[in-house]
C-alpha cells in the first residue's frame, strides 16, 4: 500500500469516526419507542460539541466541553467550559448546571446523554465528605502511579456524586 493510500484510508476512517454523523444517524434508534417526547440533552466530553449538533434542537441542554470552537450549537444549548484532564470550579459549575437540567426534566419527556471521553472530568460534583482537592489529589496520584484508566474512573466514580449512574438515577425522565 503507497502513502497516499495510507492518508486516503486515514481520512476515511476519521470522517466514518465524525461524532456529530455518528450521533444524526444513530439519533431516531437511539430514542427508541420516547422518539416523540420532549428532549433533554446532556453532551459531557471533548466531543460533546460536535455531537450536540448532530442531535439537534432540544428543549433544553447542556453541553460541557474543554474548548468552545466558535460554531455554535443548535436550539436549547448551552455550552459550559470544564477543566480536563482534572477537574476545577468550572467543572462543579456544569455539574451543577448538568445537575438542575436533569431535575427539570419531567418523567413524559426524555433526558438524551451524550457522552465522550474526557466527560469524567469535565462535570463534576464531590461526593458528600469529599472535596474538589481530595479528588484532584487522589486521581492525580494514581494516575502518576500508571493506572490504567478503568481504575482511575472506578475512583473517580467513587469520589463523585453524579459518575457511575448516579446522574441518571436521579432523573424522573428515562435516560437514553
Not at 469516526?17 to 428532549?39: I, N
Not at 455539574?95 to 465522550?116: F, K, N, T, Y
Not at 502511579?145 to 473517580?156: D, K, Y
Request: with cysteine.
Amino acid at each position: 500500500m503507497s502513502l497516499a493510500d495510507c492518508q486516503l484510508a486515514f481520512w476515511a476512517a476519521v470522517r466514518f469516526c465524525d461524532p456529530s454523523a455518528r450521533v444524526a444517524e444513530s439519533k431516531r434508534t437511539a430514542l427508541g419507542p420516547y422518539a416523540d417526547r420532549t428532549p433533554y440533552g446532556i453532551a459531557i466530553g471533548k466531543a460533546a460539541l460536535k455531537m450536540a449538533r448532530g442531535f439537534g434542537p432540544v428543549a433544553r441542554g447542556v453541553v460541557v466541553t474543554n474548548a468552545d470552537d466558535g460554531q455554535g450549537v443548535p436550539a436549547g444549548w448551552h455550552v459550559m467550559i470544564g477543566a480536563h484532564p482534572v477537574p476545577d470550579a468550572r467543572s462543579l459549575a456544569a455539574g451543577e448546571a448538568v445537575i438542575a437540567l436533569v431535575a427539570g426534566a419531567r418523567a413524559s419527556d426524555v433526558i438524551v446523554a451524550l457522552i465522550s471521553g474526557g466527560a469524567s472530568a469535565l462535570a463534576e460534583r464531590p461526593a458528600p465528605g469529599i472535596t474538589l482537592d481530595e479528588i484532584r489529589a487522589r486521581v492525580g496520584a494514581l494516575a502518576a502511579s500508571g493506572a490504567e484508566i478503568h481504575a482511575i474512573n472506578r475512583l473517580r466514580s467513587s469520589l463523585s456524586a453524579i459518575k457511575g449512574g448516579t446522574l441518571a438515577r436521579m432523573a424522573k425522565a428515562p435516560v437514553v
